[in-house]
T-cell receptor
Framework: DTGVSQDPRHKITKRGQNVTFRCDPI?????LYWYRQTLGQGPEFLTY????????KSRLLSDRFSAERPKGSFSTLEIQRTEQGDSAMYLC?????????????????FGEGSWLTVV | AQTVTQSQPEMSVQEAETVTLSCTYD???????LFWYKQPPSRQMILVIR??????QNATENRFSVNFQKAAKSFSLKISDSQLGDTAMYFC?????????????????FGQGTILTVHP
């Protein structure tokens, strides 16, 4: 399967623990996005990368959240000192798009998401 | 900032019938894209249809078509000949084009979603 893959698919953790999610985008895609989705709501943008550069971070991304894409391929999203409010599905997505500063509206492909439950 | 509003939390339709899902948005941008995504239960989100704001012609994709009214900032999705496999949450989404005078890296702004159930 050559789609966007995420791991783990489900994670239950105790409050205060750290968790890390991994995303492998479609191989030739230069853009990678992280979104958060709570039950019954639409996804909310967290951050994105153009190759290895993290170009924008949402205000939703507190200091406890950090994302990396070290070689412009896979990405990790780490949440430190988890809180119950962090319980959500974390979606990764990728796309192939053109130069900096604009979008051609090319299709963004989503992974199946990583469900996080903080107890 | 852009906002996307889907005013129908839930819709239902009989198999083979037609249903229309509503979406309105607010933006000061002139160049942008609009999308409908489908998210089946416990499955990944997939693109249903896409519309470029500078195109007056409404996009169609097999049984799916849109009614894009730029002045009214309305973007509805029509599903014809509904099938059981169409049962899903449907999200309307906005992406600005960026370019001269602004930047965009393809960030999507989603509505709250509409749960569509197709009954046999």
């Amino acid at each position: 399967d050559t789609g966007v893959s995420q791991d783990p698919r489900h994670k239950i953790t105790k409050r205060g623990q750290n968790v890390t999610f991994r995303c492998d985008p479609i191989s030739e895609h230069n853009r990678l996005y992280w979104y958060r989705q709570t039950l019954g709501q639409g996804p909310e943008f967290l951050t994105y990368f153009q190759n290895e550069a993290q170009l924008e971070k949402s205000r939703l991304l507190s200091d406890r959240f950090s994302a990396e894409r070290p070689k412009g391929s896979f990405s990790t999203l780490e949440i430190q000192r988890t809180e119950q409010g962090d319980s959500a599905m974390y979606l990764c997505a990728s796309s192939l798009d053109g130069g900096a500063g604009f979008s051609s509206g090319n299709t963004i492909y989503f992974g199946e998401g990583s469900w996080l439950t903080v107890v | 900032a852009q906002t996307v509003t889907q005013s129908q939390p839930e819709m239902s339709v009989q198999e083979a019938e037609t249903v229309t899902l509503s979406c309105t948005y607010d933006t000061s941008e002139n160049n942008y894209y609009l999308f409908w995504y489908k998210q089946p239960p416990s499955r990944q989100m997939i693109l249903v249809i896409r519309q470029e704001a500078y195109k007056q012609q409404n996009a169609t994709e097999n049984r799916f078509s849109v009614n894009f009214q730029k002045a009214a900032k309305s973007f509805s999705l029509k599903i014809s000949d509904s099938q059981l496999g169409d049962t899903a949450m449907y999200f309307c989404a906005f992406m600005k084009h960026g370019g001269a005078g602004g930047t965009s890296y393809g960030k999507l702004t989603f509505g709250q979603g509409t749960i569509l159930t197709v009954h046999p």
